[in-house]
Structures are given as structure tokens and as C-alpha cells.
């Protein structure tokens, strides 16, 4: 590409030199920008990493967020040593009230958005939060690096009215999971793509089963076919894929948990979108359509004989769903929602596990103030699943400590619904669980991303071959 531009370069000079200087100001724009983004190797400076331990706090004007600023290699690893200048963008209606380990906080350059650090490695800040319902973000940035952000939403407290009357006591999970959600599947055998172990080519499935794993998880859109669905025509991760997953899944002699996004598209904390159908209803049409379509795809499931063993009723809601009825700052409407959910699923199947899915593994103030309101709002369900990313979810400690908490103040078991590094140790605390609250874990799509048990041409890998028939020798198989 550069040698097609030289030669433009040149014959340019004959013809306008304010085209010469405009084209040489791109290419020499373009050569930055590909060498800034060009992968580092090891120990270098890649990234500065921004780790909240709340994404949601209490518009009050006292609520205050700890988080934690450091700068990574292309690895993930911390680099305790690195010394260099980031700049702290805030917006949204909060305050930094104080930057610890970067020098005297007072002689921090700094306007009402922005404050200019030397980092050294790492430092810890503290965020207050305003008096106004806002989205608040936080951008650390340095030059040459990925930049680092986090959104926090702000939520205004009232009285919290119940769901239901009834009481409801959480089944328990019978044995132990590991789990995988493999919903990519589908498009890596679109594109032709086979798996193998020990040079034989099986269904991959039956690798998984046969090197320990005993649960697949799939996540299912209600329109992934339309315009701006997650699969536009094709349809990936829709009702009629998911049913043909199920069968594949029950084939293996596993066992199933299906992951309502209620969104044409992925839902996480930074978007759960309305899907299009659902646009413009008002409330009670809107918890509706969601129970309908809830008993619909159960229903379609359980007359193939392929009923989900456990199911969510939201990904990764911890700042709630279907938004703008269902956000975290309107908590009546998401527990009403999330009940429509619940009796969805048990009106086809009572026997099937409930699970809340919230992306706070590190975070247990949140954690139980999301859980507390749904206590309080008499929401029933019986598992609590957590996402796990150290980038975004702190330390295992951290990890280990919230899942401990948890188990002790809820009567709910407790699992890690998603993770993808740090495989031993993450196992280790989901399977150590206090007060027989443990269940296990369900990795994320570890066919085709991160550290994929599977090698990009197919062939199982170490973490197939080794790792997962340790853990699965550790805590199943006894």
C-alpha cells in the first residue's frame, strides 16, 4: 500500500503541491496510527487498565466508588515500574475526591473534568457521585497506549414494592457444573472450520464431554436476522438455531442453560437495547411481549424433547435490562421484568433453574445492593451467576471474597456464569464456595477466543488435553 502512495506522492508534485501535502499528511497520519496500535511484545507498555469496584452508585452526593488505574502489557500483566503521564477525563455528574499514589493530591493539575497524573505503575482514586441520575465516565489516557474507561450509572433510591406475595424457596443444583457457553459454534462451521483431538476430527461436543466439561451454555436473541441484529439475515443465535444447538447439546448427554439477552443484539452492562419489535409498547404490553416470547421459546424447546436445564433470565443485568423501562435506576420496572422472565419459564418447565447473571465477579458492593433490591422486591430465583474478567472485575481475591460473601447472605447458590483467563484459579474459589453454596463455572466461547481450548486450525490444545480434565478430576469426579 505505501509504494501505490509514493507513487501518487510523486506525480502529485507536478500537479498541486497542496494535494502533495495533504496526502503525505495522511500517510505519515496512517503510518502513526499503525504503529501505535501494532501489538507490543511482553513487558512493554500496552494499555493503562481501569477497574471500578461499583458501576453503579447512589445519586445522593455521598456515595463513593474505589477504583483502581494501572498500566498493562499486551498480556495483561502489570507493569509496577512503568512511569508515564495519563490524563483523566471525567463526565457525567460526579467528583474526584481523591488519587492516591500519585503524589499530593492538591498539587494534581486539574480542572473540573480533567486531572494530569504521573502514573508510577498504578494509583487508586476515589469517585463521589453528584445528586443527579447521570451516566458518569471515566477515560484514562496516555499517548501510545489503549485507553482505559468505565461507565458508572447513577441510581435514585425509593420504596420498593414486590413482585409477588408468594414465598419461594431456591432449588438447589444437584452435583457440580463446568460448564461452557459455545454459542459461536454455528458460524466457525459455517466457515468450514473442524475440531479434532488426538488427530481425529469429532464433533466438538463430544471433545468437550470427553475431556470433562458436562454443561453448554447458549445465549439466544429474539430478532438476530433484522437489520441490526446480532446476525443480520443469517440469523446466528436466534430461536430456530437454538433449538438445533439444544438437540446437538442433549445428543452429547449434557446438560443445557439457555441465556435470554431479550435484545436482538449483545446485552451487557454498557447496552441492553430493546429489541425492535417491542419498540414503542408501553409497559404492561411491553412485560407482555417478554413473557409471551419467554413461554414461546420454552414451549418450542420442550415439545423437541430438549427443555433448558437452567435458565437466565437476562445477561449480565447488573444495570438492568431492556432498557430505558428496564435500567438499574428504575428498580420496580426491572424486577416486574424480570419476574415476567421467571414465570415465563416456569409456567413451561417449574422444575428449571433460575439463574440472575450480574458481570460484578470482584465487586461485591454492588453485587449486594443489586441483589438486596431484588430481595426486597421478593424476586424469585435460584442461582446467582457472576462474570469474571480480572481487567474489569479486580483480583481473584476479590473474587473469592464476593463469592464467599454472597453464599453467606443469600440462601441462593452461587457460580461464575463467565470467564476465559486465569482458568486454575478461578475454578479453584467457584468450586471452594462456602456453606455448600458452590456450583462451578461456565467459560465463555473458549473454541475461538482469548485462550481457546482449541488451536485456530481446530486441534484441542493443553487447556483441553491437561487443564480441564484436572479440574473436572478435582471436583466432579468423586
Request: aromatic share 10%; glycine share 8%; with cysteine.
Given at each position: 500500500?505505501?509504494?501505490?502512495?509514493?507513487?501518487?506522492l510523486?506525480?502529485g508534485l507536478?500537479?498541486c503541491?497542496?494535494?502533495?501535502?495533504?496526502?503525505?499528511?495522511?500517510?505519515g497520519?496512517?503510518f502513526?496510527?499503525?504503529?501505535?496500535?501494532?501489538p507490543?511484545?511482553p513487558g512493554?507498555?500496552?494499555?493503562?487498565q481501569?477497574?471500578?469496584?461499583?458501576t453503579?452508585?447512589?445519586?445522593?452526593?455521598?456515595?463513593?466508588?474505589?477504583?483502581?488505574?494501572?498500566?498493562?502489557?499486551?498480556?495483561?500483566?502489570?507493569?509496577a515500574?512503568?512511569?508515564?503521564?495519563?490524563?483523566?477525563?471525567?463526565?457525567?455528574?460526579?467528583?474526584?475526591?481523591?488519587?492516591m499514589?500519585?503524589?499530593?493530591?492538591?498539587?494534581?493539575p486539574?480542572?473540573?473534568?480533567?486531572?494530569?497524573?504521573?502514573?508510577h505503575?498504578?494509583?487508586?482514586?476515589?469517585?463521589?457521585?453528584?445528586?443527579?441520575?447521570?451516566?458518569?465516565?471515566?477515560?484514562?489516557?496516555?499517548?501510545?497506549?489503549?485507553?482505559?474507561?468505565?461507565?458508572?450509572?447513577t441510581?435514585?433510591?425509593?420504596?420498593?414494592?414486590?413482585?409477588?406475595?408468594d414465598?419461594?424457596?431456591?432449588?438447589?443444583?444437584?452435583?457440580?457444573?463446568?460448564?461452557?457457553?459455545?454459542?459461536?459454534?454455528?458460524q466457525?462451521?459455517?466457515?468450514?472450520?473442524?475440531?479434532?483431538d488426538?488427530?481425529?476430527?469429532?464433533?466438538?461436543?463430544?471433545?468437550?464431554?470427553?475431556?470433562?466439561f458436562?454443561?453448554?451454555?447458549?445465549?439466544?436473541?429474539?430478532?438476530?436476522?433484522?437489520?441490526?441484529g446480532?446476525?443480520?439475515?443469517?440469523?446466528?443465535?436466534?430461536?430456530?438455531?437454538?433449538?438445533?444447538?439444544?438437540?446437538?447439546?442433549?445428543?452429547?448427554?449434557?446438560?443445557?442453560l439457555?441465556?435470554?439477552?431479550?435484545?436482538?443484539?449483545?446485552?451487557?452492562?454498557q447496552?441492553?437495547?430493546?429489541?425492535?419489535?417491542?419498540?414503542?409498547?408501553?409497559?404492561?404490553?411491553?412485560?407482555?411481549?417478554?413473557?409471551?416470547?419467554?413461554?414461546?421459546?420454552m414451549?418450542?424447546?420442550?415439545?423437541?424433547?430438549?427443555?433448558?436445564?437452567?435458565?437466565q433470565?437476562?445477561?449480565?443485568i447488573?444495570?438492568?435490562?431492556?432498557?430505558?423501562?428496564?435500567?438499574?435506576?428504575?428498580?420496580d420496572?426491572?424486577?416486574?421484568?424480570i419476574?415476567?422472565?421467571?414465570?415465563?419459564?416456569k409456567?413451561?418447565?417449574?422444575?428449571?433453574?433460575?439463574m440472575?447473571?450480574?458481570?460484578?465477579?470482584?465487586?461485591?458492593?454492588?453485587?449486594?445492593?443489586?441483589?438486596?433490591?431484588?430481595?426486597?422486591?421478593?424476586v424469585?430465583?435460584?442461582?446467582?451467576?457472576?462474570?469474571?474478567?480480572?481487567?474489569?472485575?479486580?483480583?481473584?481475591?476479590?473474587?473469592?471474597?464476593?463469592?464467599a460473601d454472597?453464599?453467606?447472605?443469600?440462601?441462593?447458590?452461587v457460580?461464575?456464569?463467565?470467564?476465559?483467563?486465569?482458568?486454575?484459579?478461578v475454578?479453584?474459589?467457584a468450586?471452594?464456595?462456602p456453606?455448600?453454596?458452590?456450583?462451578?463455572?461456565?467459560?465463555?466461547?473458549?473454541?475461538?477466543?482469548?485462550?481457546?481450548?482449541?488451536?485456530?486450525?481446530?486441534?484441542?490444545n493443553?487447556?483441553l488435553d491437561?487443564?480441564?480434565?484436572?479440574?473436572?478430576?478435582?471436583?466432579?469426579?468423586?
Amino acid at each position: 500500500m505505501l509504494y501505490h502512495m509514493h507513487s501518487m506522492l510523486f506525480h502529485g508534485l507536478k500537479r498541486c503541491g497542496l494535494l502533495v501535502f495533504l496526502v503525505l499528511f495522511t500517510a505519515g497520519a496512517l503510518f502513526a496510527q499503525q504503529n501505535r496500535w501494532k501489538p507490543k511484545p511482553p513487558g512493554v507498555p500496552s494499555e493503562i487498565q481501569v477497574t471500578p469496584y461499583k458501576t453503579t452508585m447512589i445519586a445522593n452526593g455521598k456515595d463513593e466508588a474505589l477504583i483502581n488505574i494501572k498500566i498493562i502489557d499486551s498480556k495483561g500483566d502489570s507493569l509496577a515500574n512503568a512511569q508515564i503521564p495519563v490524563v483523566l477525563h471525567l463526565s457525567g455528574d460526579a467528583k474526584i475526591v481523591n488519587i492516591m499514589d500519585a503524589g499530593d493530591f492538591a498539587a494534581i493539575p486539574h480542572t473540573d473534568t480533567t486531572w494530569q497524573i504521573n502514573l508510577h505503575g498504578s494509583c487508586r482514586l476515589i469517585l463521589r457521585a453528584g445528586t443527579t441520575l447521570s451516566r458518569i465516565k471515566l477515560e484514562a489516557k496516555a499517548d501510545s497506549l489503549y485507553t482505559g474507561s468505565t461507565e458508572i450509572h447513577t441510581v435514585q433510591l425509593g420504596i420498593a414494592h414486590v413482585v409477588t406475595h408468594d414465598k419461594y424457596k431456591p432449588k438447589k443444583i444437584s452435583g457440580k457444573i463446568l460448564g461452557a457457553d459455545i454459542s459461536f459454534l454455528p458460524q466457525l462451521e459455517s466457515r468450514g472450520m473442524k475440531f479434532a483431538d488426538e488427530g481425529v476430527q469429532r464433533d466438538a461436543m463430544e471433545i468437550m464431554k470427553a475431556h470433562g466439561f458436562n454443561y453448554i451454555r447458549l445465549r439466544i436473541f429474539v430478532d438476530p436476522a433484522q437489520p441490526k441484529g446480532y446476525s443480520p439475515v443469517k440469523g446466528f443465535c436466534g430461536l430456530e438455531q437454538t433449538k438445533q444447538m439444544a438437540k446437538r447439546i442433549k445428543t452429547a448427554g449434557m446438560k443445557f442453560l439457555l441465556d435470554f439477552h431479550y435484545s436482538d443484539y449483545w446485552a451487557d452492562p454498557q447496552q441492553q437495547n430493546k429489541p425492535a419489535a417491542w419498540v414503542g409498547e408501553d409497559f404492561p404490553a411491553l412485560k407482555t411481549s417478554l413473557y409471551n416470547y419467554t413461554v414461546d421459546v420454552m414451549q418450542q424447546l420442550k415439545d423437541q424433547g430438549t427443555t433448558p436445564d437452567m435458565v437466565q433470565v437476562g445477561n449480565e443485568i447488573n444495570h438492568g435490562m431492556i432498557w430505558p423501562d428496564g435500567a438499574i435506576g428504575s428498580l420496580d420496572s426491572l424486577a416486574q421484568l424480570i419476574y415476567e422472565g421467571v414465570k415465563g419459564v416456569k409456567q413451561v418447565s417449574p422444575e428449571t433453574i433460575i439463574m440472575l447473571h450480574i458481570a460484578l465477579g470482584g465487586q461485591n458492593a454492588e453485587a449486594r445492593f443489586f441483589l438486596d433490591n431484588m430481595k426486597e422486591r421478593n424476586v424469585p430465583f435460584d442461582v446467582i451467576g457472576l462474570s469474571y474478567y480480572p481487567k474489569w472485575h479486580g483480583t481473584p481475591a476479590d473474587l473469592k471474597y464476593n463469592m464467599a460473601d454472597l453464599a453467606k447472605r443469600y440462601p441462593q447458590q452461587v457460580m461464575v456464569a463467565e470467564y476465559s483467563q486465569l482458568k486454575r484459579e478461578v475454578n479453584d474459589i467457584a468450586f471452594n464456595v462456602p456453606n455448600g453454596k458452590a456450583v462451578g463455572s461456565f467459560i465463555w466461547e473458549p473454541k475461538s477466543t482469548w485462550e481457546g481450548i482449541f488451536d485456530k486450525d481446530g486441534k484441542a490444545n493443553d487447556y483441553l488435553d491437561v487443564v480441564y480434565p484436572e479440574i473436572a478430576g478435582k471436583y466432579l469426579n468423586h
